[in-house]
């Protein structure tokens, strides 16, 4: 027994000598700032804290003397050392992880919607209670800087750009016509309901070289994933009429959309200026099929069909429209070992317009448009500050136009637009980001080749703070009608980017500046009625952002304006002047503010006078409201007027008479339902 003691004893002093009790205490910082609530702990064992608001920490252990301190925080990177026998009130500098370049997306003059690196997150439901939108896409666009006010199209015209020069991706395949046809001097809608997307990155200029045939702007959608659980809704207003679906299986998820518009019975209860012989009708259809076939793939197979017909009297003549837009899309992505990605896609597009009293009485207008376009690319990470990218595509095109009246014309093209692009980005320093991008095209048509270099820079100097430079060169070709009064075969018209900006955001509220200088050349410009490439142009200005959502309590508050200084002489213009969609100034405040089951939208935008046949418009102004009601977890009541004060709103000049829409104010009301689901913004059929 007295032997057990005396080891015993001797293996308890042993343990004492070698832990005992102790204050490990200090300070972490930045090297500048202290850091809050960083995780101070002994490796190994449950003793720690976290620092308090001056980077402070001190805790009592029990450790050996060879024992590991460890110190951890998001966004720097670990700290560890060996603990010593009388260890002073220690001084501990944590550094800033490096960011791979997986992590980063370097990006020109871009807003990201939906994802994580956006400065402003927009999802369907901001899309449809949005005051001025009435649930489209497009609409909602408008809100921010760079973008024109042009209300007798509704289309997207940016930075002193024409409609034509921004165009649309989904899934990163090419959208013939995004836009859905409409009566004259209305405003057109997307083709694409906004429950479809999860992301959408609206590049306003300097985006890189994946992206080609577009001078000034680009619109990238990405659909929604496979669905998990199954959906289905309806919804109905004075206007349309919708009912969709999703059914999930193991394999993936199938889903369908159909919808019948039809603006009789609106027309009915609210004249406006037309006489209509038919009343705008269109009726479409979507199915998507999305899966993964494997852990690390993901294939989405996406058609869209509508039909559109109207007829009114206009100018002196009945104007008879239908209008057959067919759109497919199927891609397949995924990543494999090692940093590398991949993608493949086709998509195709065939448009059907036919127009009888086009011009004149009488006159018939038919214009048949197809493209395919393929494209190929892959991606790989060669290290933690490199990754580089190449890809191949190519659009195959058809136009054939006929035009009956005094004098006939036949116009049949086809073209091929093949591509190459590779791009390289770069970490430079720990805050420098850079993209070298290349794209190199091909035109049958003009038998000719141009070379497209691109630069994109992002400089993050502290977390709050985003710098950016973007310079490119793009090119564009002509757009049918314009070909078709050709002598010859039109040169691709290009355009130069130079853009510099600044983002800074503190708490919920979000600040964007930015500048941009663009050269035309090569620009269409008709002559002897005759289009030739001569034309040229330029536009500059800048464009203020603002977002905020401290103000008040569930108060979300946008602020944009735009300052735009454009010139052109293209088309039919005699001298360089500005373009006659083009205005100086664009102004839009828009307010949201939630309270229970209610949300109220309030947008007030303006927008100085425009140059049309001499003169200078009246400026532009519209508030507009809107109200949307939770009736239940599974139905949303939303409604919207525009422009309460009811301005008629004037935005050029016709043979001396003013442009203006058909109605002062738009009215919707309507009531969306699911009949599948645990939340009434899951009506949606994607």
């Not at 710098?467 to 002509?478: C, I, R, V």
């Not at 947008?603 to 109200?627: F, M, W």
């Amino acid at each position: 027994m007295k032997r057990n003691i005396l080891i015993l004893s001797l293996l308890l002093t042993g343990y004492v000598a070698a832990y005992t009790q102790r204050v490990i205490s200090g300070t972490v910082t930045d090297g500048h700032e202290p850091v809050v609530g960083a995780n101070v702990f002994v490796r190994g064992t449950i003793d720690g804290c976290l620092t308090d608001s001056l980077g402070r920490f001190s805790f009592t252990t029990a450790t050996a003397d060879s024992a590991v301190l460890m110190v951890t925080c998001m966004g720097y990177d670990d700290y560890q050392r060996v603990l010593s026998k009388e260890e002073r009130p220690l001084t501990i500098r944590l550094h800033e992880r490096s960011t791979t370049i997986d992590e980063v997306v370097v990006t020109g003059s871009t807003f990201s919607f939906g994802q994580a690196n956006g400065m402003k997150q927009l999802d369907a439901l901001d899309v449809v209670q949005d005051g001025g939108s009435c649930g489209d896409i497009v609409a909602a666009l408008q809100s921010l800087p760079g973008t024109q006010k042009v209300g007798e199209n509704g289309k997207l015209y940016v930075r002193g750009g024409d409609s034509e020069e921004c165009q649309t991706y989904v899934n990163g395949m090419h959208v013939l016509r995004p836009y859905t046809t409409s009566a004259p001097d209305s405003p057109s809608r997307g083709r694409f309901s906004p429950f479809l997307f999860k992301g959408i990155n609206f590049s306003l200029g300097g985006y890189d070289a994946e992206y080609g045939q577009a001078l000034s702007s680009l619109l990238p959608m990405e659909t929604t994933d496979a669905s998990a659980s199954d959906k289905f809704g309806v919804s109905a207003s004075l206007n349309d009429w919708n009912i969709g679906g999703t059914k999930a299986t193991n394999a993936g998820s199938w889903s369908m959309n159909a919808a019948y518009t039809d603006l009789g019975l609106y027309n009915r209860l609210f004249p406006d200026r037309w006489t209509w012989h038919k009343p705008y009708r269109q009726l479409s259809g979507e199915t998507q099929w999305k899966m993964q076939p494997t852990t690390s793939s993901v294939w989405k197979t996406y058609a869209g069909f509508d039909r559109t017909t109207l007829s009114l009297d206009t100018d002196g003549r009945r104007l008879d429209l239908g209008e057959s837009n067919l759109y497919l899309n199927s891609v397949i992505k995924g990543s494999a070992k090692g940093g590398l990605s991949w993608f493949a896609g086709v998509s195709g597009s065939l448009v059907w317009e036919n127009i009888d009293g086009a011009i004149v009485q009488s006159d018939r207008y038919r214009h048949r448009m197809g493209e395919l376009h393929v494209k190929a690319k892959v991606s790989k990470s060669i290290s933690s500050a490199v990754k580089a990218t190449l890809g191949a595509e190519s659009y195959l095109r058809h136009a054939g136009i006929d035009y009956h009246s005094i004098a006939d014309y036949h116009y049949a093209a086809d073209t091929r637009l093949p591509a190459f692009f590779a791009g390289t980005q770069f970490r430079l320093l720990r805050h420098l980001f850079a993209e070298a991008s290349l794209r190199t095209e091909y035109t049958s048509r003009s038998h000719r080749g141009s070379v497209l270099p691109r630069l994109l820079l992002n400089y993050c100097p502290t977390t709050n703070w985003l710098l950016t430079l973007a310079a490119g060169q793009y090119s564009q070709e002509a757009i049918d009608t314009i070909q078709m009064r050709s002598p010859g075969t039109l040169r691709p018209a290009t355009a130069t980017h130079y853009i510099a900006g600044a983002q800074y955001h503190f708490g919920q509220t979000h600040v964007r500046f930015e500048a941009y200088y663009k050269h035309y050349s090569h620009l269409p410009l008709t002559r002897h009625e005759r289009y030739t490439a001569d034309g040229h142009g330029m536009s500059r200005g800048f464009d203020v952002y603002l977002d905020d959502r401290s103000l008040l309590r569930n108060l979300s508050t946008t602020l944009s304006y735009s300052y735009n200084d454009s010139r052109r002489l293209y088309l039919d213009y005699l001298v360089e002047d500005r373009p006659q969609y083009a205005s100086s100034h664009n102004l839009r405040l828009s307010l949201r503010y939630g309270f229970g089951v209610w949300s109220f939208g309030l947008t007030d935008s303006y927008a100085s006078g425009r140059r049309s046949e001499g003169r200078t418009t009246p400026y532009y102004n519209s508030l507009d409201a809107s109200v949307t009601w939770l009736a239940s977890k599974r139905v949303i009541v939303y409604s919207s007027l525009s422009n309460l004060p009811g301005r008629r709103n004037i935005y050029g000049y016709r043979n001396g008479q003013p442009v203006t829409n058909g109605s002062n104010r738009f009215f919707y009301i309507g009531i969306f339902v699911s009949l599948k689901s645990n939340k009434a913004y899951d009506i949606s059929n994607f």
